[in-house]
């Protein structure tokens, strides 16, 4: 019941952000930089450092349920349930070609996490204004944890 659990969050988070690649959006060597912070976080186990890169509610797989993480101490309490084996390995092994990203923001490989530029509230959101794609901070929005990826290393 778990496998099939965690296939189906896997096939829902798939075909919910399923667009065409678009590693072509002005801010995507930002996101090229932004994952290399975040695995280079990864590898220290810099948990705390890894609370920060998260936008809350986080979206995530608990006891084969999704689930909204609220808070940095709920994000701690879950980290090596969050940041399973699996995720763990494809952020790892993905390079930069395989980071791509569409209206959705950004994913690695095949989507274990999903991360975008997460603008400042009351901002502009025109996509033609001049710091439209430079003026947020980028943060993980979902990682589809709970997975059987066929990660190697």
Not at 134 to 141: L, S
Request: charged letters at 25%.
């Amino acid at each position: 019941m778990k496998a099939i659990s965690a296939a189906l969050f896997i096939l829902w988070s798939l075909t919910a952000f399923a667009q065409p690649n678009d590693s072509l959006r002005s801010d995507y060597s930002r996101a090229v930089q932004f994952f290399h912070h975040l695995r280079n976080t990864l590898k220290k186990d810099d948990r705390e450092g890894m609370s920060r890169l998260i936008e809350y509610p986080l979206l995530v797989q608990l006891h084969g349920k999704k689930t909204r993480i609220r808070s940095r101490a709920e994000f701690l309490a879950h980290y090596d349930q969050i940041f399973d084996r699996g995720v763990r390995c494809e952020i790892f092994v993905a390079s930069d070609d395989e980071i791509w990203g569409n209206s959705h923001g950004f994913t690695v490989k095949d989507g274990a996490l999903w991360f975008d530029d997460i603008s400042p509230p009351g901002t502009n959101d025109d996509p033609n204004a001049p710091d439209f794609w430079t003026k947020g901070t980028f943060k993980v929005m979902t990682v589809n944890n709970g997975a059987s990826y066929s990660c190697k290393r």
